[in-house]
């Protein structure tokens, strides 16, 4: 897939490293909320190994109170400008504003992230003119409301729907068919039953024929199963990365580059192995 100025072989899969530049998300909230500071911490990742890195100006935390379009803007478009001109990676803008999108795909972004799938008025139209792949998210409500007691029929069947009516409003926008990514939202408006039955059937969803991405990294479903908090959550990271990548997604997005890469790195030998055998 061709992201911008880089071509990414996504028949193996990838790591992409998060870079909150926000001071409230879950794991490392203020952190890297400073051009410098963030420079540091994407040069790391993109040293362990990771394709992508994945920069967020706007925490969408369970219950994370909504910012203004310019703090966005003025958290995210430095740190775009800095790192298109210093690193070797794919750089991605987690974003669900149309102006944001736009100003980030100017200053060096190659791929648009967004949890809303390009569902705020103008999104559409905006990644449509942007002209790079998106990847679009299922989220059942907002981060202000997601977690307050979310049911669904069959939790597959309800994300598939969505996700193709989100392609369909893509295709219809005039976004190609080989600039889509799909991405099911593990802990998005989901129960820790939903999250693992959506892992259990994450091929229903691989089989829709668009490149997968997930994010599961320290996130609740590992809390909630493991009783760790979020600073002890490396193993259960690894371990959903590493079932996420054998069952066919090609951008596990996580905190934690340099273990992951060495999982990833696993799998794919397998998965190499596997195709070889196949083939004879």
């Known amino acids: 897939m061709h992201f911008k100025h880089t071509e990414v072989d996504l028949l193996t899969s990838h790591v992409m490293g998060i870079l909150n530049v926000t001071p409230d ?30 920069i967020g100006g706007e925490s969408t935390r369970p219950g994370a109170p909504a910012i203004t379009e310019q703090e966005e803007l003025d958290r995210v478009i430095p740190v775009v400008e ?18 944001v999108m736009t100003q980030a795909v100017s200053a060096g972004v190659g791929l648009i992230n ?3 799938a ?11 003119k942007a002209q790079v792949p998106v990847c679009l998210m299922h989220m059942k409500g907002e981060p202000t409301t997601m977690q307050a007691a979310p049911s669904y029929e069959d939790v597959a069947d309800d994300v598939i729907n969505f996700l193709l009516a989100r392609v369909d409003a893509c295709k219809q926008a005039g976004i190609d068919d080989d600039k889509i990514l799909l991405d099911p939202g593990f802990g998005f408006g989901k129960t820790l039953d939903h999250n693992y039955q959506l892992l259990a059937e994450l091929g229903r969803i691989q089989h829709l024929g668009y490149p997968l991405l997930v994010g599961m990294s320290r996130k609740s479903m590992i809390g909630a199963l493991t009783g760790k908090p979020v600073e002890q959550r490396l193993a259960g990271s690894i371990a959903l990365a590493t079932l996420g990548a054998h069952m066919g997604a090609k951008i596990i997005r996580v905190h934690d580059v340099d273990e992951t890469v060495d999982a990833i790195k696993i ?6 192995i596997k195709e070889t055998i196949q083939g004879a």
Do not use: H, W
């Open 25 to 54: 998300s879950f794991s490392d909230g203020g952190r890297y909320n400073s051009v410098e500071k963030a420079l540091d911490k994407a040069k790391q990742m993109v040293e362990a190994g990771a394709t992508f890195i994945d």
């Open 82 to 99: 800095r790192l298109s001109n210093t690193l070797e990676c794919v750089l991605s803008v987690d974003t669900s504003n149309p102006v």
């Open 114 to 116: 967004d949890v809303r």
């Open 118 to 128: 390009l569902q705020v008025p103008g999104a559409l139209e905006a990644a449509a």
């Open 267 to 272: 799998v794919t030998k397998i998965q190499q």
